[in-house]
């Protein structure tokens, strides 16, 4: 699948097989997601793996209408590392945050790619998820990420669009809407 069909393809999903994912694929997906763009290259992102259902169940518990993460085979746990060096962008976000939201987006069309599902997952507690996995000071939780094989929608079911056109969200030299 080329880069441009897994944006029109990816989106999210909730709706697992049981099949499990390889080790390998996995792997590939997170490859994909560390090779997102940074700010001064800091590359301030890591990934927590979850594959027991203990930590699946105790997870889910903690994220907004997160039942469903019980049925995924793998959830990723997307972490910002504060960086020493982290840029204020625009003077009201700290750039790891940015940084890591461009991980995330390669992680869904890199599984996109690998014909897998996931969501990312952001309405959380995110104190008690960072209790949940020891995270120490300045490592923030950035966003959750269920991770399988999607169950198939039926025959003739029609692929959502849901975009705003290209009219609707570009404008040239200043801003028009």
């Not at 099949?19 to 990934?47: C, D, H, Y």
Request: hydrophobic letters at 45%; proline letters at 7%.
């Amino acid at each position: 699948m080329d880069l441009l069909e897994a944006f029109q393809r990816q989106r999210a999903c909730r709706n697992f097989q049981e099949r499990p994912v390889p080790e390998e694929t996995i792997a590939k997906v997170l490859n994909g997601a560390r090779m997102a763009t940074s700010v001064e290259n800091q590359q301030p992102w890591r990934f927590i793996v979850v594959r027991s259902e203990e930590m699946k169940t105790k997870l889910s518990n903690l994220v907004t209408k997160g039942a469903f993460l019980r049925t995924s085979p793998v959830v990723v746990v997307a972490l910002g590392v504060e960086g020493e060096r982290s840029v204020l962008v625009g003077g009201y976000t700290l750039s790891f945050l940015l940084d890591v939201a461009a991980s995330i987006q390669n992680f869904i069309l890199a599984a996109t790619a690998e014909g897998l599902g996931t969501a990312w997952l952001s309405e959380f507690h995110e104190e008690k998820v960072s209790k949940l996995f020891g995270l120490p000071e300045g490592v923030k939780v950035v966003g959750i990420l269920p991770l399988g094989f999607p169950v198939p929608d039926p025959p003739g079911t029609p692929v959502p669009n849901g975009r705003k056109s290209l009219s609707e969200v570009m404008a040239f030299e200043r801003f028009t809407w």
